[in-house]
């Protein structure tokens, strides 16, 4: 079963605007990632963060994590055309080795 | 190019054939990963390898899934008697042995139709 589940599942917004999906997890987690896929493509990773750290930046990317409502964040600030893609969270669990667990991801369209 | 290389991209087969996908991860990572992925889901785990050491399989992986990492460089997911349920993307990645970050690096995959 899935670990972690997205909200929206569909977002589409202009360009210049600011998008934010949100992740939800079940279990006590080592780390929390989020990863983008362009369609029919694999996936790249975008960011980390671990279960000690409550923000983390990376360019136009900001994650929060709030491990007490099991819940985390990825704002994409200044959205460009080219960041329409489907936007996947991962989390390491304490107690599973190496797997990571995906969510059901959300869909970001930005119309140029 | 040094990144996840998987091969066949596209494989189309009749039920009940056998399909064999490859993966050759980054030369340096000794983690190697297989992931389903059907439309409009996320990656579902099937198995994990430590250089030839299969660690980790999910209840996903039933008995006509196999997967091999022979010498802890490439990898081969063989799935016998395919059924049209098999349909989907295969992901692979691998990753380096570091137990803070375990960043994956996906190849592009390998879409499987059963007809």
């Known amino acids: 079963s899935q670990q972690g589940e997205e909200d929206p599942q569909a977002l589409s917004i202009q360009e210049g605007e600011n998008a934010t999906m949100n992740c939800s997890y079940k279990?006590?987690?080592?780390?929390l990632q989020w990863y983008r896929q362009n369609s029919g493509r694999g996936l790249v990773h975008l960011i980390l963060?671990?279960?000690?750290?409550r923000e983390k930046h990376s360019g136009r990317l900001r994650v929060t994590l709030d491990t007490s409502k099991k819940s985390s964040s990825l704002l994409i600030t200044a959205s460009r055309a080219a960041d329409t893609a489907s936007y996947f969270c991962?989390?390491?669990?304490?107690?599973?080795?190496?797997?990571?667990?995906f969510g059901e991801g959300t869909q970001l369209t930005v119309n140029p | 190019d040094t990144g996840v290389s998987q091969d066949p991209r596209h494989k189309i087969t009749k039920r009940g054939q056998n399909v064999t996908f490859r993966c050759d991860p980054i030369?340096?990572?000794?983690?190697l990963y297989w992931y389903r992925q059907t439309l409009g889901q996320g990656p579902e785990f099937l198995t994990y390898?430590?250089?030839?050491?299969?660690?980790?399989k999910s209840r996903l992986l039933s008995d006509r899934f196999s997967a091999e990492r022979p010498k802890g460089s490439f990898s081969t997911l063989e799935i016998q008697r395919t059924e049209q349920g098999d349909s989907a993307m295969y992901l692979c990645?691998?990753?380096?042995?570091?137990?803070?970050?375990?960043?994956?690096?996906f190849g592009e995959g390998s879409r499987l139709t059963v007809l």
């Open positions: 991962a989390t390491r669990r304490e107690t599973s080795g190496s797997r990571l667990t």
């Open positions: 279990t006590s987690i080592n780390n």
């Open positions: 963060i671990r279960s000690n750290e």
């Open positions: 030369s340096e990572h000794n983690r």
């Open positions: 390898f430590q250089n030839e050491a299969q660690l980790e």
């Open positions: 990645a691998s990753s380096e042995r570091t137990p803070s970050t375990g960043e994956l690096f």
